[in-house]
């Protein structure tokens, strides 16, 4: 009976529900104990343009994992993830198609160039518009582990499941195929599925399709789903399910999102209101079950709550859960119904997810702050940051980027955005940007549009310029600004008012729109904090003058509640009272805040910190005006007490940066750098460097590392004199200048790095060149090189005097650029801290220095995992000696690149060092204190 029930549903699934254009049946058996899925496909493909086919083009992005070459592999890669590439085999996943007919007719079939993810079948007969072509499938998958993208099978043999059939590639004039990125953007036409999975038994199965069938055997479970117009969905096997059905008359949520620990009424309550709230705004759901996973979230969190220890509770259990189920019921709600290109179409549904997050927050928790109750403690609710709203967050993040030059377009494909602009600043401008059209447009036109848009083209065929025709019907303001600079370029929105004159009864003013866009921008009147009025002002392109009633108003604001996400708000305002109306009141914070634009903002921060073993600890407050936000201009002083010398010493900083946009030129920088410390027991320096940076990337691809420097630098040297080393101090104060040229391209697969640098001082003149290789191959080892040669053009300095000569292993660093902490050591650990500058050898040699010329090429290669050994070799030229070979070798413990290395010294010009006695003293240690380096591991993976 069963059988015949089931055979029945099947009959009428595919015959007689023909609305859908294509449909899929799948038998999949699963054998977990093997990670192996053996699949049996039918494709029924429907030609819905009005072109001749004769090839067809199938996604198979589960053999993504295939190799370490693969687009995934690489962009994994890129973002410096190492987990892929060292994993074992076992652990990465592929498929194998065994066959593709057609009508029991084999299909001739090959992989895309450079996309093994992506299969062409060439057909054996044409397929004509309107015609439908079944193919059959034999195919097996080999599951990965989960711990690359979160879906693949888990160490308890859990299988997470998503993009693990192939799908059809959608065709509507040209095809539209490109390969997994672990962005989660199949892009394929909507079908009809079938799902028949045969499972041992002791697992759940869960899907979002409609579950129509099981049958029960001794070992195993067949169970049925199926699916109607479908695009996206996710299959869970699990021994122990986590997951939980909260049923309604419009639909049911299937969720095992973290629920914070709240009751359960109150979770089926939260699960209500969303269900409730999604139908209301966009109509109803076409399917029964809308998934919301804890891997969904991970992958899309609501940035903001996650910013403290999950063990600080800022925010109410409930409002965490809410949001969280919101953010994720939202987006797959949108994903699943609005059948856009989500690689390139992406900022439609980033736009409207965000804005209705934005919008729900406003509604139901207003008064809710960005730092929770955090905002209320004493010491905090100080801070310009504790009176952030929520939604103030959206501005903020987004902001990162175009402070920094670093903010690309709404309309670029996602594989081509940086992964902070991917995850959260490109999300966020569009949700905002929204806002900004609906504030403009006025009577929440933006907000219906969206909500009859998303219920009219539900499950069409869609591309996001419907949108902008949509809504510009149902308005009859001019609009273009938003669709050709807001979405399509990087124009930053930057105003100020320029010039006021005031009477009585009126106020002239000026407003300049300072990067010469079409976007408007509205002006406030106010009185003390009340608004008088608001006024937009459109068609800015330089200037725009204007008179407006004054009507008791005291103070002149642009944007005035920051709906513009406006990359400088500090010269928004005019005071309407006394003579001098434009100054700002000086205002001094303890520790960095969230910038305020109202006021000329110092910040102060206590320092105790441990630059070198001379000063010992030192003692001081820094006084600096950076925000959170990076500014054009900058400064920071940092007066310090050194305990251990029982001096003053510190620091000071001030530079400017100018941003060139659209070009490969990126950014320039001059400024003016000063220091005092000391250099060896009761001795100090002072430093004072004024100097000129132009930076370089590839305007055309922010992903690509490759990076250029041009920097000079002249550098003046004051050093009290060291009466026991004449040699040293023969010339205690100097100046060099000092120019350098940098070419970077790196990532975890390939590092390359070189530069030239030229010094010329009164004494001498010097050229250096030095070249960084490093590879990863794909038996996990790894091959370091480094080469690098120096010569002096001209050398007047004492012959005896080493001090301004290349160094084979420890350079003195007259220019006080390294981080030593005991530069004048000669014994002890601080001497054997090692430095790759210069000779780059491990091993103290003679002679260690070269007055006239050295080359030294240092290599490193894998023995075992994070165990490395190392050789060095080079030439020592000094004056009126014959050049002198040197090398040496050992063993090198890399423990975090470039942060935290060991060296030990085995063979060498001195023999068998690891026989000497004292053996300890020559070890060498990398490491770095400054967490600004480290902060370089976090920056590589995000930007």
Request: charged share 25%; glycine share 4%.
């Amino acid at each position: 009976m069963n059988i015949f029930f089931s055979c029945l549903i099947c009959s009428l699934f595919f015959g007689l529900r023909g609305l859908s254009q294509n449909k899929m049946r799948l038998n999949a058996k699963f054998n977990i104990e093997k990670k192996e899925i053996i699949i049996s496909q039918n494709i029924q493909y429907k030609n819905t343009s009005n072109d001749t086919l004769q090839s067809i083009y199938l996604n198979n992005w589960s053999n993504s994992y295939a190799t370490k070459t693969t687009p995934l592999a690489k962009r994994i890669a890129d973002e410096y993830r190492n987990e892929f590439h060292l994993a074992k085999n076992d652990e990465r996943g592929f498929s194998i198609v065994t066959s593709i007919k057609s009508n029991e007719t084999a299909l001739m079939y090959h992989e895309v160039k450079n996309q093994i993810d992506v299969l062409k079948v060439k057909l054996n007969s044409v397929l004509q518009p309107g015609e439908t072509y079944s193919i059959d499938l034999e195919y097996t998958v080999q599951l990965p582990s989960d711990k690359f993208t979160g879906y693949g099978i888990s160490k308890s043999g859990d299988l997470n499941l998503r993009y693990w059939y192939i799908t059809p590639a959608l065709y509507n004039g040209s095809w539209h195929y490109y390969s997994n990125k672990d962005l989660n953007d199949l892009y394929i036409p909507k079908s009809d599925i079938e799902l028949i999975l045969n499972v041992p038994k002791g697992y759940t199965v869960i899907s979002d399709l409609d579950e129509i069938n099981t049958l029960q055997t001794s070992y195993h479970q067949e169970i049925t789903f199926q699916g109607k117009n479908r695009i996206n969905n996710k299959l869970f096997i699990t021994k122990t399910s986590n997951f939980n059905t909260v049923e309604t008359n419009e639909f049911s949520i299937v969720s095992d999102i973290d629920d914070e620990g709240i009751e359960l009424i109150e979770k089926i309550l939260i699960n209500e209101k969303i269900i409730k709230h999604l139908t209301k705004t966009f109509g109803a759901y076409p399917h029964k079950k809308l998934f919301a996973t804890q891997i969904d979230y991970d992958k899309n969190p609501v940035y903001g709550l996650n910013f403290l220890p999950s063990f600080l509770k800022t925010y109410p259990s409930t409002f965490i859960y809410e949001l969280k189920l919101l953010k994720v019921a939202l987006r797959n709600y949108l994903e699943n119904t609005l059948l856009l290109n989500p690689r390139k179409d992406q900022w439609l549904i980033d736009g409207i997810e965000t804005f209705y997050l934005i919008n729900y927050v406003e509604e139901n928790y207003p008064n809710i702050k960005f730092l929770g109750s955090l905002a209320d403690f004493w010491g905090v609710r100080s801070f310009h940051a504790a009176d952030m709203r929520f939604n103030d967050k959206y501005n903020l993040a987004y902001m990162i980027m175009a402070r920094t030059n670093r903010d690309q377009p709404l309309t670029m494909a996602k594989d081509s955005l940086l992964k902070f602009n991917s995850n959260i600043a490109n999300k966020y401008k569009a949700g905002i940007g929204l806002k900004y059209l609906d504030d403009f447009i006025n009577s929440d036109i933006v907000e219906k549009t969206i909500e009859s848009f998303v219920r009219e083209y539900k499950l069409q065929p869609l591309e996001s310029i419907a949108f902008e025709d949509y809504i510009k019907a149902r308005t009859s303001k001019n609009i273009d600004w938003f669709f050709k600079d807001y979405l399509t370029t990087r124009k930053k929105l930057d105003f100020k008012i320029k010039k006021v004159s005031k009477t009585d009864d009126s106020i002239t003013l000026t407003v300049k729109n300072k990067r010469r866009n079409s976007m408007p921008v509205p002006l406030y009147t106010l009185n003390n904090d009340s608004i008088i009025s608001k006024t937009w002002i459109e068609n800015i392109n330089s200037n725009k003058t204007l008179t407006i009633p004054r009507n008791d108003a005291n103070k002149l604001v642009l944007n005035y509640n920051s709906i513009l996400p406006e990359i400088n708000e500090r010269d928004n305002w005019k005071s309407l009272k006394g003579f001098f109306f434009n100054n700002k009141p000086l205002q001094f914070r303890l520790f960095k805040d969230i910038e305020d634009p109202y006021y000329n903002q110092v910040f102060l921060m206590p320092l105790l910190e441990f630059n070198n073993i001379y000063d010992g600890f030192t003692l001081g407050v820094k006084a600096y005006n950076k925000t959170l936000l990076r500014k054009r201009f900058s400064y920071k002083f940092s007066p310090q007490y050194a305990f251990k010398s029982r001096s003053f010493t510190g620091s000071g900083v001030v530079s400017m940066t100018h941003y060139l946009e659209n070009r490969d030129l990126y950014a320039i920088n001059y400024g003016l750098v000063g220091g005092y410390s000391s250099y060896a027991p009761d001795l100090f320096v002072r430093q004072i460097t004024p100097s000129l940076s132009f930076l370089f990337r590839e305007d055309d691809n922010f992903r690509s590392n490759k990076r250029q420097l041009l920097s000079f630098r002249y550098i003046d040297i004051h050093r009290d004199k060291d009466i026991n080393n004449i040699y040293t101090s023969d010339e205690p104060n100097y100046n060099v200048f000092n120019a350098r040229f940098v070419h970077s391209n790196d990532n975890l697969i390939n590092y390359n790095r070189w530069y030239t640098d030229l010094q010329i001082g009164k004494t001498f003149s010097k050229l250096a060149f030095n070249f960084e290789y490093r590879h990863l191959f794909q038996n996990n080892r790894q091959l370091n090189l480094r080469l690098y040669s120096g010569a002096f053009l001209s050398n007047t300095n004492d012959i005896n005097s080493d001090y301004f000569s290349f160094a084979l292993d420890r350079p003195t660093d007259y220019l006080f650029e390294l981080p030593y902490l005991g530069r004048s050591e000669s014994s002890g650990i601080f001497s054997q801290q090692y430095i790759e500058a210069e000779g780059g050898f491990k091993s103290k040699l003679q002679p260690s220095f070269a007055n006239q010329w050295m080359s030294t090429m240092n290599v490193s290669t894998t023995i075992w995992r994070y165990i490395l050994a190392y050789g060095d070799i080079g030439f020592v030229k000094n004056k009126f000696n014959s050049p002198e070979f040197v090398y040496d070798s050992g063993i090198r413990v890399n423990l975090v690149t470039d942060y935290f290395e060991l060296y030990f010294p085995v063979y060498s010009n001195l023999g068998w060092e690891i026989s000497h006695a004292h053996y300890a003293e020559k070890i060498r240690i990398k490491f770095t204190l400054d967490p600004q380096v480290l902060l370089g591991l976090f920056r590589r993976r995000w930007f």
